[in-house]
Protein backbone atom coordinates (compact mmCIF):
# COMPACT_ATOMS: atom_id res chain seq x y z
CA UNK A 1 0.00 0.00 0.00
CA UNK A 2 1.43 3.48 -0.83
CA UNK A 3 1.61 5.45 1.98
CA UNK A 4 -0.72 8.05 -0.10
CA UNK A 5 -3.75 5.56 -0.07
CA UNK A 6 -6.21 5.86 2.54
CA UNK A 7 -7.03 2.72 5.47
CA UNK A 8 -10.61 2.64 4.42
CA UNK A 9 -9.53 1.44 0.51
CA UNK A 10 -7.17 -0.87 2.27
CA UNK A 11 -9.94 -2.19 4.06
CA UNK A 12 -12.06 -2.14 1.10
CA UNK A 13 -9.64 -4.08 -1.03
CA UNK A 14 -9.21 -6.62 1.88
CA UNK A 15 -12.40 -7.27 1.61
CA UNK A 16 -13.05 -7.77 -1.92
CA UNK A 17 -10.30 -10.19 -1.95
CA UNK A 18 -12.34 -13.82 -2.53
CA UNK A 19 -11.23 -15.84 0.55
CA UNK A 20 -8.49 -17.93 0.33
CA UNK A 21 -7.44 -15.97 -2.92
CA UNK A 22 -3.48 -16.52 -2.04
CA UNK A 23 -4.15 -20.48 -3.01
CA UNK A 24 -4.63 -19.61 -6.37
CA UNK A 25 -1.33 -17.16 -5.40
CA UNK A 26 1.93 -19.38 -7.19
CA UNK A 27 4.07 -16.56 -5.53
CA UNK A 28 2.71 -17.72 -2.16
CA UNK A 29 3.94 -20.65 -1.04
CA UNK A 30 1.12 -23.20 0.07
CA UNK A 31 0.59 -23.83 4.15
CA UNK A 32 -2.16 -25.32 6.41
CA UNK A 33 -4.88 -22.59 6.86
CA UNK A 34 -6.89 -24.55 8.73
CA UNK A 35 -5.97 -22.03 11.76
CA UNK A 36 -6.12 -18.19 11.41
CA UNK A 37 -2.87 -16.76 10.26
CA UNK A 38 -1.35 -13.89 12.11
CA UNK A 39 2.03 -12.30 10.12
CA UNK A 40 3.81 -10.01 11.99
CA UNK A 41 7.45 -7.69 12.15
CA UNK A 42 9.38 -10.36 13.86
CA UNK A 43 12.22 -7.90 14.17
CA UNK A 44 9.61 -5.41 16.14
CA UNK A 45 9.62 -5.35 19.89
CA UNK A 46 5.81 -4.92 20.06
CA UNK A 47 4.47 -6.98 17.57
CA UNK A 48 6.70 -9.86 18.90
CA UNK A 49 5.24 -9.17 22.20
CA UNK A 50 1.53 -9.14 20.68
CA UNK A 51 2.74 -12.65 19.40
CA UNK A 52 3.45 -13.70 22.55
CA UNK A 53 0.31 -12.68 23.85
CA UNK A 54 -1.48 -14.67 21.62
CA UNK A 55 0.67 -17.83 22.13
CA UNK A 56 0.26 -18.03 25.94
CA UNK A 57 -3.96 -17.25 25.65
CA UNK A 58 -4.57 -19.38 22.83
CA UNK A 59 -5.60 -22.53 24.87
CA UNK A 60 -7.80 -24.06 21.70
CA UNK A 61 -4.75 -23.52 19.10
CA UNK A 62 -6.50 -21.24 16.81
CA UNK A 63 -3.49 -19.83 15.62
CA UNK A 64 -0.42 -19.79 13.48
CA UNK A 65 1.80 -17.49 13.26
CA UNK A 66 4.34 -16.19 10.76
CA UNK A 67 7.04 -13.33 10.26
CA UNK A 68 6.30 -10.49 7.84
CA UNK A 69 10.11 -11.62 7.45
CA UNK A 70 9.43 -15.00 6.05
CA UNK A 71 8.91 -16.16 2.66
CA UNK A 72 5.24 -17.03 3.67
CA UNK A 73 5.16 -13.31 5.32
CA UNK A 74 6.59 -11.93 2.25
CA UNK A 75 4.52 -13.23 -0.54
CA UNK A 76 1.40 -12.72 1.62
CA UNK A 77 1.98 -9.11 1.91
CA UNK A 78 2.66 -8.65 -1.89
CA UNK A 79 -0.29 -10.65 -2.21
CA UNK A 80 -2.91 -8.60 -0.45
CA UNK A 81 -1.34 -5.13 -2.08
CA UNK A 82 1.06 -4.06 1.52
CA UNK A 83 4.81 -2.71 1.49
CA UNK A 84 7.03 -6.19 2.21
CA UNK A 85 9.35 -3.64 3.81
CA UNK A 86 7.93 -0.91 5.90
CA UNK A 87 5.46 -4.20 7.35
CA UNK A 88 3.38 -1.08 8.00
CA UNK A 89 0.40 -3.50 9.64
CA UNK A 90 -0.20 -6.89 10.85
CA UNK A 91 -2.14 -9.45 8.75
CA UNK A 92 -4.55 -12.14 10.08
CA UNK A 93 -5.88 -14.45 7.68
CA UNK A 94 -9.20 -16.26 8.81
CA UNK A 95 -11.22 -18.70 7.21
CA UNK A 96 -9.42 -17.47 4.04
CA UNK A 97 -10.45 -13.68 4.55
CA UNK A 98 -7.50 -10.99 5.25
CA UNK A 99 -7.64 -8.05 7.53
CA UNK A 100 -5.20 -5.48 8.40
CA UNK A 101 -4.23 -2.63 11.14
CA UNK A 102 -6.86 -2.60 14.45
CA UNK A 103 -9.54 -5.15 12.29
CA UNK A 104 -6.41 -7.87 13.60
CA UNK A 105 -6.57 -7.17 17.19
CA UNK A 106 -10.57 -7.51 16.71
CA UNK A 107 -9.90 -10.53 14.89
CA UNK A 108 -7.25 -12.14 17.49
CA UNK A 109 -9.86 -10.97 20.80
CA UNK A 110 -12.32 -13.03 18.67
CA UNK A 111 -10.63 -15.65 18.04
CA UNK A 112 -8.90 -16.22 21.22
CA UNK A 113 -12.52 -15.82 23.24
CA UNK A 114 -13.26 -15.77 26.90
CA UNK A 115 -12.35 -12.28 28.30
CA UNK A 116 -10.26 -11.41 25.51
CA UNK A 117 -13.07 -11.04 23.50
CA UNK A 118 -13.26 -7.66 24.39
CA UNK A 119 -10.76 -6.83 22.14
CA UNK A 120 -13.31 -7.35 19.35
CA UNK A 121 -14.85 -3.83 20.73
CA UNK A 122 -12.11 -2.77 18.41
CA UNK A 123 -14.52 -2.84 15.26
CA UNK A 124 -16.57 -0.43 16.93
CA UNK A 125 -14.10 2.74 16.86
CA UNK A 126 -14.69 4.35 14.13
CA UNK A 127 -12.40 2.94 11.39
CA UNK A 128 -10.87 6.71 10.25
CA UNK A 129 -9.55 7.28 14.02
CA UNK A 130 -8.59 3.83 14.28
CA UNK A 131 -6.31 3.37 11.42
CA UNK A 132 -5.16 6.66 12.15
CA UNK A 133 -4.35 5.68 15.50
CA UNK A 134 -2.74 2.29 14.26
CA UNK A 135 -0.61 4.40 11.74
CA UNK A 136 0.85 6.44 14.08
CA UNK A 137 1.58 3.80 16.34
CA UNK A 138 3.13 1.63 13.47
CA UNK A 139 5.28 4.51 12.05
CA UNK A 140 7.23 4.90 15.48
CA UNK A 141 7.10 1.34 16.93
CA UNK A 142 11.18 0.61 16.64
CA UNK A 143 11.95 4.28 18.47
CA UNK A 144 9.05 3.69 21.08
CA UNK A 145 9.35 0.05 21.83
CA UNK A 146 12.73 -1.39 20.11
CA UNK A 147 13.69 -3.61 17.33
CA UNK A 148 15.75 -6.72 17.62
CA UNK A 149 18.43 -7.21 15.07
CA UNK A 150 16.90 -10.79 14.31
CA UNK A 151 13.27 -12.21 14.20
CA UNK A 152 11.66 -13.66 17.28
CA UNK A 153 12.70 -17.09 17.37
CA UNK A 154 9.81 -19.19 19.26
CA UNK A 155 10.58 -21.27 22.35
CA UNK A 156 10.22 -24.89 21.88
CA UNK A 157 6.90 -24.81 23.18
CA UNK A 158 5.43 -22.66 20.41
CA UNK A 159 7.83 -24.00 17.34
CA UNK A 160 4.94 -26.11 15.73
CA UNK A 161 2.86 -23.19 15.66
CA UNK A 162 4.94 -21.29 13.27
CA UNK A 163 5.07 -21.43 9.63
CA UNK A 164 8.66 -20.21 8.18
Known sequence: MS???????????????????????????????DKALVVFDGVCVLCSGFARFILKRDARFAFRLATAQSALGQALYRHYGLDPDTFESNLVLADGRACAKLDTVAAVGARLGGPWRALALARLVPRALGDRLYDL????????????????????????????
Open 137 to 164: VARNRYRLFGRTESCMLPPPQWRDRFID
Open 3 to 33: SGESARSLSRRLAAAAPYSYRADPAVPAFED
